[in-house]
């Protein structure tokens, strides 16, 4: 046998720490609505989830709208015209021309929607100011209006209030200048960029058009001169101003509204000379014991609440309502939510405000997912303009604001307004299909072409993402 070789080799002492594995990378921590919803969660993570959000509020909203517009109108409609069709019918028409507006802006590219941006503005100043014109004219005395229907003519214009007719063509001009404010205000921040924090950047030419348009607007409709407002404040709050910008701005606001409120008493809006001033009026009216006051608006606010007490809860069943028949003052427009609290109750009323929650959610939700800052604006500003819209009519309703004649969206009747919103969601529903994550699942899935064709097409897919880089070994 040979002999049994010596490891001459030496010997290596392991430490015992270097035999314990690397640790793993501590999880984080689940947040409160992984915890409580964790199947909503799942839902809100898959990529279109935005779009779909987008067209179930909306598309619910709309449909709700239709059938309390029905409710509200098909009696004073069958005792008027013959028909209780007549109201609903011409509603139905502005939403078929609603769908079409949202069809065409979710099909638009944003490059096309900066571009249109200052045609659509400037489309609605040269309406504002041909309204207002008419309007004026009338105060002073140079035009008279017609005594039944309150309407001013000058050749083939024709005006009434917040309506401007070309024609056989009616058009709320200021439905138009929301739309206006948002593509052309998010396109000249968006080209601005880090230069917003200079007051010169802001002063030319933002503030002196948008000062241009509250006074056009505000000096027929304060109240959608308040939304206006709160809209410009959106796209300003995305891009990142500061606060003393806002701070200004409120001051100057506050003084612009205090001067519309007196120019009531000089014909502004609805107001005459010698008359009581009907906006201060709205305004005082909410500091007055109802059994004090004896004005018309305390009149709309009583009715407003006993629609919302005659509902209770569950409501007095849909079309059921009494207070409709010529005892709720506009009660197809201004005060159609009091009309459903009567027929729906709380849970009705409950429904539509989680409708406009889900649609607030998504279109903020949209503006923080996409990378465009021109689609982030715009899609702060028309969120913005949703919700400060409804808060506004719905404050109004169950006196917590005074009541300033907006319409609720979705809901009231009236065709320019109902066209607009649409044609607005349509402007959301093409950013959410931009978002990152929705633009690659749908490049990686491409719907038919048919569908592309008919719905819309796909959106630019985004630029690959960056690696990583790596972390430098801890010493």
């Given at each position: 046998m040979g002999e049994d070789k010596v490891d001459t080799r030496p010997a290596v002492t392991v430490s015992p720490a270097a035999t314990v594995q690397p640790a793993a990378p501590a999880a984080r921590p689940r947040s409160l609505s992984q915890q409580l919803l964790p199947a909503v969660h799942?839902?809100?993570?898959?990529?279109?989830?935005?779009?779909?959000l987008l067209l179930a509020s909306s598309g619910l909203l709309l449909l709700i709208g239709l059938t309390m517009v029905f409710s509200a109108t098909s009696v004073k409609a069958y005792a008027?015209?013959?028909?209780?069709?007549?109201?609903?019918?011409?509603?139905?028409?502005?939403?078929?021309?609603?769908?079409?507006?949202?069809?065409?802006?979710?099909?638009?590219p944003a490059s096309t929607l900066r571009f249109l941006g200052k045609y659509v503005l400037g489309a609605a100043i040269?309406?504002?100011?041909?309204?207002?014109?008419?309007?004026?004219?009338?105060?002073?005395?140079?035009i008279d209006a017609d005594p039944q229907t309150g309407i001013v003519a000058l050749g083939p214009l024709k005006a009434k209030l917040l309506w401007l007719y070309i024609g056989p063509i009616g058009i709320q001009p200021?439905?138009?200048?929301?739309?206006?404010?948002?593509?052309?205000g998010a396109d000249i921040i968006a080209r601005k960029g880090a230069a917003l924090g200079h007051w010169r950047e802001l002063a030319m030419p933002l503030f002196p058009l948008v000062g241009l348009l509250f006074v056009l607007v505000g000096y027929n409709d304060l109240g959608t001169m308040l939304?206006?407002?709160?809209?410009?404040?959106?796209?300003?709050?995305?891009?990142?101003?500061?606060?003393?910008?806002?701070?200004?701005?409120?001051?100057?606001?506050?003084?612009g509204v205090g001067l519309l409120i007196a120019a009531a008493s000089r014909g502004a809006g609805s107001g005459a000379v010698g008359e009581e001033n009907y906006r201060l009026a709205r305004i005082t009216v909410l500091f007055k014991p109802l059994e004090d006051c004896q004005s018309?608006?305390?009149?709309?606010?009583?009715?407003?609440?006993?629609?919302?007490?005659?509902?209770?809860?569950?409501?007095?069943?849909?079309?059921?309502?009494?207070?409709?028949?010529?005892?709720?003052?506009a009660a197809d427009n201004d005060f159609i939510y009091a009309v459903v609290a009567e027929e729906l109750g709380v849970v009705g009323?409950?429904?539509?405000?989680a409708l406009f929650?889900?649609?607030?959610?998504?279109?903020?939700?949209?503006?923080?997912r996409v990378d465009d800052p021109f689609r982030r604006l715009a899609a702060t500003g028309i969120t913005t303009w949703l919700v400060a819209q409804a808060v506004i009519n719905i404050g109004g309703v169950v006196g917590l604001l005074p009541i300033t004649g907006l319409p609720l969206p979705f809901i009231s009747t009236g065709g320019s307004a109902l066209v607009v919103t649409l044609a607005a969601i349509g402007i959301l529903a093409s950013f959410a299909r931009a978002e990152p994550d929705a633009a690659r699942a749908l490049h990686a899935r491409p719907p038919a072409r048919w569908v592309r064709l008919l719905w819309a097409p796909l959106p630019p897919l985004p630029p690959p993402r960056r690696p990583a880089k790596p972390r430098p070994p801890a010493r």
């Open positions: 799942g839902l809100l993570a898959r990529p279109l989830s935005s779009y779909y008027e015209d013959g028909s209780a069709f007549s109201a609903i019918r011409n509603q139905l028409i502005f939403a078929v021309l609603g769908l079409i507006g949202f069809w065409v802006c979710q099909r638009l040269v309406l504002l100011v041909l309204l207002d014109l008419l309007m004026a004219m009338r105060s002073v005395g140079m200021s439905e138009i200048a929301k739309l206006g404010v948002v593509l052309w939304v206006l407002l709160s809209l410009v404040i959106g796209l300003l709050w995305a891009a990142g101003v500061r606060m003393r910008v806002f701070a200004a701005l409120g001051v100057l606001g506050l003084s018309d608006f305390c009149y709309q606010m009583v009715q407003g609440r006993s629609a919302i007490y005659e509902g209770g809860w569950f409501g007095v069943g849909l079309g059921k309502g009494a207070l409709k028949w010529n005892w709720l003052p009323c409950a429904v539509i405000l929650a889900v649609l607030a959610y998504t279109g903020f939700r949209i503006a923080r």
